[in-house]
């Protein structure tokens, strides 16, 4: 829920250096929230060690979550044998987006297969430092964030990020 503290939290956070932004890998936050999942039971980071992953910030509202929703979804059914995970971190702008139901619905109708988790805390949000839907985040399989992209485009560029760290030992 975005309230006047959550704004006032993330000016404030926008001021200090953030570790999220260096140019080398640094250890990810944990994706674990209060609540529900879909299409998986509860995941943590520690569980997926030795797989690559991306973490995408999006919310069934948002017109430019919408427009990256092919490439994931893509980058889901070409990869996910190769030892990538994806998992959808759907944390709501607006109200209605925060009805599971909805969010059920969404995946339903459109396909999206991968593990998301409902975060209508903003605890994982939070946790991320993140301020922006969509954003994408790839983590190598030692669990460190090493890519991250906000917005629309650099699919390609995305992409071959994913292909240069599911070659990594």
Wanted: positive net charge.
């Amino acid at each position: 829920m975005i309230t006047r503290r959550n704004i006032l939290l993330a000016g404030i956070a926008a001021m200090l250096p953030n570790p999220l932004l260096a140019q080398s890998c640094v250890d990810a936050p944990d994706i674990s929230g209060t609540g529900p999942w879909f299409n998986s039971s509860p995941l943590s980071l520690a569980q997926l060690r030795r797989k690559v992953v991306l973490v995408e910030f999006w919310t069934f509202g948002c017109y430019n979550c919408r427009n990256v929703e092919p490439y994931v979804k893509q980058w889901h059914t070409r990869y996910a044998s190769e030892g990538l995970v994806v998992i959808g971190v759907h944390t709501p702008e607006f109200a209605h987006e925060a009805d599971p139901r909805r969010v059920r619905k969404y995946l339903n109708e459109n396909g999206i297969a991968y593990p998301v988790v409902l975060d209508n805390d903003y605890a994982i949000w939070n946790r991320w430092s993140n301020r922006y839907w969509p954003a994408m985040y790839l983590l190598n399989k030692s669990g460190e964030m090493c890519y991250r992209h906000f917005g629309e485009g650099r699919h390609a560029e995305t992409e071959a990020r994913i292909q240069r760290l599911l070659r990594e030992p």
